[in-house]
């Protein structure tokens, strides 16, 4: 009995820790892929947030290389997460990315596959919005 609540308790928590982007869904089809290269190391996207959908890109990144994300939008804050398989959950980056007096840079701590999410926050979602944005990323 005492096993089955601690397991019940763990995977409350889990659930509670996701919660604030399981109920986002995709607004592509899968992530949009940005093809850098030893040539391309910047990328720029404009793009539209629905309602709570999310937008999602991803890239191949290695340990150590830095990223700067840059996200604009008419009149709402957006969120922006990264992760990667072996991060046991999204970071949330959005005060680096979204605050133009801030040249921040994320340390990618793994080598492999990684997935960048932007969305609006709850509150602005459920008014039935449109948000145009645009998303740049350079990597080193």
């Known amino acids: 009995m005492k096993k089955s609540l601690q397991t019940l308790i763990v995977l409350c928590a889990c659930n509670i820790s996701f919660s604030a982007f399981a109920n ?3 607004a592509m089809e899968s992530p949009l892929s940005i093809p850098f290269s030893q040539q391309l190391q910047s990328y720029q996207y404009s793009g ?3 309602n709570d959908a999310t937008n999602d890109f991803s890239f191949y990144g290695h340990q150590g290389q830095k990223i700067t994300t840059f996200v604009t939008s008419d009149s709402a804050k957006l969120w922006v997460t990264i992760k ?3 991060m046991k959950q999204a970071v ?3 005060a680096i990315s979204t605050n ?3 040249r921040d840079t994320y340390t990618l701590p ?3 596959q ?3 999410a932007i969305g609006e926050y709850p509150a602005i979602s459920q008014r039935n919005s449109t948000q145009n944005y645009n998303f740049s990323i350079n990597i080193k």
């Open 24 to 26: 986002t869904t995709s």
């Open 48 to 50: 539209v947030i629905n």
């Open 92 to 94: 949330d980056i959005s």
């Open 114 to 116: 990684y997935h960048i």
């Open 100 to 102: 133009p007096n801030q």
């Open 110 to 112: 793994f080598t492999g």
């Open 84 to 86: 990667h398989p072996q």
